[in-house]
């Protein structure tokens, strides 16, 4: 396969998400959410999780929210990599994910633990989009238990 086939193959994948979302929806039993807004372009995301009985995984995610196609690809992808996860994994994901996006090199755990949110790297050559594809990233690490700043958890 040739490189601009590759790049092809890479588009076809990010569409793919942006227009048949895993995990898009609501949690009518969620147990932490976060809403964020990229006010450069309109994207709105809210993530929604429900941990397990023992606080320490995600048991299921959900996502909703409109923007553009990268931010709602980012956030399905971001969901089939944290799906069963423990918390300290899904934010290993999170801090992997931002490293790529912002960083120069894409690196062998980078692919392995990002699976199809890997073929984002190429968003680091768009400043712009940088906080597209992080949006759901960020809300999901501000809506999971122990973030700095607040307590997200569902009353």
Known sequence: ????????????????????????????????????????????ITVQVRLGEDGTHIQDIAFNGSGCTISQ???????????????????????LFSQMITGDKTTKEMDQVLGDAALLAGVRAFPARIKCATLAWKALDQALP?????????D
């Open 1 to 44: 396969m040739n490189e601009d086939q590759l790049r092809m193959l890479y588009r076809q994948v990010i569409l793919d998400h942006s227009q048949h979302p895993h995990h898009h929806g609501t949690l009518s039993d969620g147990s932490h959410e976060q809403q964020l807004e990229n006010p450069t372009c309109g994207d709105v």
């Open 73 to 95: 690809a980012s956030a399905s992808m971001m969901t089939d990599v944290v799906q069963g996860k423990t918390i300290d994994q899904a934010r290993d994901a999170v801090y």
């Open 146 to 154: 122990g973030f700095p700043k607040e307590d997200n958890a569902i």
